[in-house]
């Protein structure tokens, strides 16, 4: 197809530094002591295992051996497009995963989900360089070799899945990773805000567009069809009085 090779081509550019970790506490954690401690340049931080890697919310995020967990460190001009970057980073994740013929979807904002069952999350911290120039940490983990033991021992087995198990075979997970992070870089390099392009390829893959989705906001439970997502990011769903209300990725805790 026309889109995948586009999409291969644009993997080979990544002209940044990439530092390998056999094992780390949380690859976001370390990118943002590098940054803070001086480092100037973008880069990125990969391990085979952390031991505390952490989610959106302050949730634990299991990360044994056989995933691929990264940090991608760019440097923004302005905060206001961190949350663009987070979409960018969650549709490059759908798109690496794709290029292996394996059909995903976008719960948003930020969850990569194959056949219902989530494969990926990506977090997005913001820190300010000794520069003064921010710095847009995006924290991606992807379910690569990880076997149906593992997920059931992590109490994870009902809703998460790996590669491995949707396709009955490993992966590279270095590979993986490049794919991710040229993809990304490349939706970045085009454009600083979401382009129109983006904005339709994810509502292609949505999970649940057109479907009744719940929103917990502040612990409120929000109920509506899901129509997809806007030029700017944030989330619409229809009431059943057909009142239109959109919500941006900061305020919803949960997307059911
Ligand atoms: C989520 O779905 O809640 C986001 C999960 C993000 C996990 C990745 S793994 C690499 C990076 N380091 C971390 O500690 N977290 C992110």
């Not at 989530?118 to 990880?146: F, Q």
Request: proline share 1%; charged share 25%.
């Amino acid at each position: 197809m026309e889109e995948d090779r586009e999409t291969e081509l644009s993997i080979s550019r990544i002209n940044k530094r990439i530092v390998i970790l056999d094992t780390v506490c949380s690859t976001n954690d370390y990118a943002k002591k590098l940054v803070a401690s001086g480092s100037l340049e973008d880069f990125i931080i990969f391990a085979f295992e952390q031991t505390a890697g952490g989610g959106r919310y302050g949730r634990e995020w299991t990360s044994p051996r056989g995933g691929a967990w990264f940090s991608l460190v760019l440097t923004i001009p302005d905060i206001r497009y961190a949350s663009a970057l987070l979409f960018k980073s969650a549709l490059a994740v759908s798109d690496a995963i794709r290029m292996k013929e394996v059909k995903t979807q976008i719960r948003w904002p930020n969850d990569i989900m194959i056949c219902g069952k989530k494969v990926s999350g990506c977090l997005l911290e913001t820190v300010k360089g000794n520069d003064g120039e921010i710095r847009a940490v995006i924290g991606i983990g992807v379910n690569v070799n990880i076997n149906e033991d593992i997920l059931k021992e992590a109490g994870l087995y009902e809703t998460a899945t790996s590669l491995m198990i949707e396709t009955g075979e490993e992966h590279d997970i270095l590979d993986l990773m490049y794919a991710v992070v040229s993809i990304t870089i490349n939706y970045f390099e085009k454009s600083l805000l979401l382009s129109t392009d983006e904005i339709n390829k994810i509502n292609s893959v949505l999970y649940k567009k057109g479907e009744h989705v719940t929103l917990t906001i502040n612990s409120n439970k929000i109920c509506g069809i899901c129509t997809g997502l806007s030029e700017d990011g944030l989330i619409s769903i229809i009431d059943e009085n057909d009142n239109i209300f959109s919500y941006s990725h900061s305020e919803v805790t949960a997307f059911r």
